[in-house]
């Protein structure tokens, strides 16, 4: 077990909706990434935050949007959602921004109908 | 571009029979090479972090070799609780973000 948990497990939504996804981190683990990871391929990096603020974000739209609470949490929240958001949403906390070791939490399948 | 490439995408293997997964990539600058296994329907579990060429790190029946281009990890007398996805990522010089492969699906027959 790393620490990390995520909810909901899983998830449906129509095309146009918005879903927020939540993760918890670790204690003490001031930084988290987001990658979204479609069926049978590697995750791919959405955005991370250090300390409540972003610190890098990949080939994502604006309606990808995060937050990071001082209690470790976030979210990621997604706005009008499109078929191909249908996905696994993992999160991954770090000790710090240039830790080498990401602890994954289980996902958040998001299926988008 | 930075890119990573896994082969093969799946391989069957019966009990004990070692074998080696690739991961090749192209970057501009490596700071580091991850290997995470994961299972179906869980997050990635971290195994080895390697930083240059020349470096190996073993765990069990894993071991991981890295050269200026391409990592490999050799399973040694795999088991069936061996059977999972291998996953390889690179993390650049320029920023933190980790760029993946898409896996390697090992299943191991008893």
């Known amino acids: 077990e790393t620490g990390v948990t995520q909810s909901p497990t899983h998830l449906i939504k129509t095309r146009g909706q918005q879903v927020t996804l939540r993760c918890s981190s670790q204690s003490g683990h001031n930084t988290v990434s987001w990658y979204q990871q479609a069926l049978g391929q590697g995750p791919q990096f959405i955005f991370q935050?250090?300390?409540?603020?972003?610190?890098g974000r990949g080939n994502f739209p604006p309606r990808f949007s995060g937050l990071q609470f001082p209690n470790y949490s976030s979210e990621l929240n997604v706005n009008a959602l499109e078929l191909d958001d249908s996905a696994l949403y993992l999160c991954?906390?770090?000790?710090?921004?240039?830790?080498?070791?990401?602890?994954f939490g289980p996902g958040t399948r998001l299926t988008v109908l | 571009e930075d890119q990573v490439t896994q082969s093969p995408e799946a391989l069957r293997l019966q009990e004990g029979e070692s074998s080696s997964l690739n991961c090749s990539y192209t970057v501009s600058g490596l700071r580091g090479l991850f290997w995470y296994r994961q299972d179906p329907g869980k997050g990635p579990e971290f195994l080895f972090t390697?930083?240059?060429?020349?470096e190996e790190k073993e765990k069990e029946r894993l071991k991981a070799t890295l050269t200026k281009k391409e990592s490999f990890l050799h399973i040694t007398a795999p088991k069936p609780e061996d059977s999972a996805t291998y996953l390889c990522a690179v993390q650049t010089d320029s920023n933190y973000q980790l760029i993946w492969g898409a896996g390697t699906k090992l299943i191991i027959k008893p």
């Open positions: 935050y250090y300390r409540e603020e972003e610190n």
């Open positions: 390697l930083y240059s060429a020349g």
């Open positions: 991954a906390s770090s000790l710090e921004m240039e830790a080498d070791t990401q602890y």
